[in-house]
């Protein structure tokens, strides 16, 4: 079954349904989970063979030989890109699309046909364990490079998987854990990423995930699987469990999931055919389904093609160098210069710190070291080189080598420090408890600031760390997170001046844990997590609040300058915008420049972040190059949704368009207002007074209806009474009241 010529392509929508309505029911129920840990079974019936499933947010890791879990670490050797944290520093969709394809292609040299990523969850808090895997706190962001992933993998032929849907914001209890969120906070933050690779790329599947939502089960929700994700989206692939998530197949089964995995002994098959012989289900009932398992041939390649795994070192290489964050630079002690004496110290130099830990992990083909990388380019640069390991990665004090790095750092002009997190510090499965380096990097670096003339310290980690008690005391920061496996070289080129950052930080670095919006309700208790922060997710919170943060959401540093004009806007006739303006690079190096586009309103029943994120533009420019920059902003820039309408809503008022540095820094603001859309909520007789004083289909006839008009009401009486439902009024009141109105101005107040 596994000889790919043998798939028949000319199976007819017809044909198909006809074969699969053959196929006895039991057999069926047998093809809903996977014939083992990575495949699906084939439908020998419609001569269609296994599909093979890998992880892949960042790199292959396709499990080959041994069909667990347990040997998460034995994978095939493939290609360790930037993971999610640093594709997300690069604001770039066209990294992130280079990146899907590079992985498309080794899924094909592979014999994988669905990649299981890229993962699309939103940072709720800095402590999750797997944000070194995922891209931003901000939706928009986060869905621009999902859509771009998506694209550039299944254009390469293999389908992807993005996961982990939804609201999967923490890896504590993760497989039990309901985040309890309301609706519009789930479809302004949570869901907007899922939406747009949905509707925009159409994935070959969509992975749900372990956790609850509200209560319910992701993997066994009507709502989100059925009602969301297949009738307003119109999602037409597969919906895929996590690994384990299903705990009632046939609940799963209703609410929409079509494939368990793993399979195997794992799978809950026998509890379909159950219910097929108790009569529960019919056997038609998983026509649907199982047609849709049977389309996932599609991504199975006519032929497996070869990948070049040296070229995509280099490509590994060349993405990293979009992603790191440049968070300081004072006195522009990076570049380094000619002639520097230079210390390098931290053992993350020879053994850098580039992946995360759990089922993103991939067996790197080969790893830059950053000191292998600064020696070849110091050497051209007249830059002596002296190493020393600094401090022990364990954490453990040692007093021996705070020494060395005290000498090797009296003895230089520059000293960089590569500090950062252990990969045990960060992993699937485990949040983090707090944002610390650890103490004895934190004691080093503070000991080598008081002593070398210039200090720069490199950061590698998968979430964000705090700054304090050492920032100031340092020259420059570069936050290269985790890079992959070109990482060590592109941190090099950065450090030389060979590569301009460019990266930008797409998750808020806060002064202090507490300071984050999330910390209040993090990571839950007895077994539900509330998301109490609603809508003001990271810099939606900070900005709104005027809380300080180190960083702001968006900061990035360049070693060039760039001005930008102030904005053109045009509202088109259905109330998208353009905004176009001109950014010049006025500095001496070329660079890319990242044009961060928000939007602010206060119109509306909602309260509103100060600004959010609706569009950005990464452009590269010569010295003294102009280019003009146009950036469409649809209607639904500019809309919350409406928990009483139940859709969004674009309200009458002004609208601030805002271009900024960061989140936290307007550099031009162009206001323009909005026709929209006036909506009120139906009127009963539960609605309070207040609501039918304001309805625009009412006006002064409710003064008619309860007998009011002429009498001498005060405002303040007013006031007090809005607040009472009209059926309370009329209780208290004992006013002659017009029954007739009233129901006519609740029928009228009806949506249409
Ligand atoms: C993870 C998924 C992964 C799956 C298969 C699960 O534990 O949550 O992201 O794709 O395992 O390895």
Known sequence: MNNHTTISTE???????????????????????????WETEPIEELNLPAVTLADGTYGLRHQSGSHDHLAMYDSDPATCFPPGVAIGSSWDPKVAARLGSAIGKEALAQGVHIVLGPGINIKRSPLCGRNFEYYSEDPFLTGALGVAFTRGLQNEGPGVSIKHFAANNQETNRQTISADVDERTLREIYLPAFER??????????????????????????????????????FE????????AVTDRVESLRAGLDLEMPGGSAGHDEDVRAALRSGELQGSDLDATVARLAGLVK???????????????????????????????????????????????????????????????????????????????????????????????????????????????????????????????????????????????????????????????????????????????????????LLGQGGGHAIADILFGVTNPSGHLAESIPLRLNDHPSSLNFPGERGHVRYGEGVM??????????????????????????????????????????????????????????????VATESGPVRRPARELRGFSKVYLEPGETSTVSIDLPRRAFAYWDIQYGRWVVSPGDYR??????????????????????????????????????????????????????????????????????????????????AEILNRLMRDSRPA
């Open 299 to 481: 991504y199975i390649p006519a032929a497996p093609t070869a990948a070049n795994y040296e070229i995509h070192h280099q490509i590994a290489r060349e993405l990293a160098a979009d992603c790191a964050v440049l968070l300081k630079n004072d006195s522009q002690t990076l570049p380094l210069r000619h002639g520097t004496r230079l210390a390098v110290l931290g053992e993350f130099a020879e053994k850098l710190r580039y992946q995360g830990g759990g089922s993103a992990h991939v067996n790197a083909t080969q790893v830059d070291q950053p000191i292998d990388a600064i020696t070849v380019l110091a050497a051209d640069r007249g830059v002596s080189v002296t190493y020393a390991q600094g401090f022990a990665i364990d954490g453990a004090e040692d007093l021996e080598m705070l020494d060395e790095a005290r000498d090797a750092a009296r003895e230089c002009d520059v000293a960089v420090i590569f500090a950062g997190l252990d990969e045990r510090a960060e992993s699937e499965g485990i949040d983090r408890e707090n944002l610390d380096l650890p103490a004895n990097q934190v004691e080093l670096i503070r000991a080598v600031a008081a002593t070398a003339p210039r200090t720069v310290v490199v950061l590698s980690n998968g979430g964000v760390v705090s700054l304090e008690g050492w920032h100031d005391d340092v020259d420059a920061i570069l936050e290269a997170f």
């Open 657 to 738: 368009i805002q271009i900024c540095q960061d989140a936290a820094t307007v550099l031009h603001e162009e206001q323009i207002s909005l026709v929209g859309e006036r909506v009120f909520a139906e009127l009963t007789m539960d609605t309070p007074l207040g609501e039918w004083f304001e309805h625009p289909q009412v006006g002064a006839e409710v003064f008619d209806a309860l007998g009011l008009t002429g009498v001498d009401v005060s405002p303040e009486h007013l006031a007090m009474m809005s607040s009472m439902t009209m059926t309370q009024f009329i209780h208290i009141s004992g006013l002659p009241v017009e």
């Open 537 to 598: 997710v990271g810099y939606r919170y900070f900005t709104t609040f005027d809380a300080p943060v180190r960083y702001p959401f968006g900061h990035g540093l360049t070693y060039t300058t760039f001005t930008s004009s102030a904005p053109h806007v045009a509202v088109s006739a259905n109330e998208g915008i353009t905004v176009s303006l001109e950014v010049t690079n006025t500095g001496d190096l070329a660079g890319k420049h990242l044009v961060q586009v928000y």
């Open 11 to 37: 199976v007819t929508t017809d044909g198909m349904q006809q074969g699969i309505a053959a196929i006895p029911a039991e057999r069926k129920a047998s093809l809903l989970s996977g014939q083992n840990f």
């Open 197 to 234: 690779v949905v509707t925009e790329a159409q994935p070959a599947t969509v992975m749900a995930s372990y956790n609850k939502i509200n209560g319910v089960f992701a993997a066994a929700n009507p709502w989100l699987l059925t009602g969301l994700l297949r009738d307003e989206w119109g």
């Open 237 to 244: 692939g597969v919906v895929v469990s996590d690994w384990n």
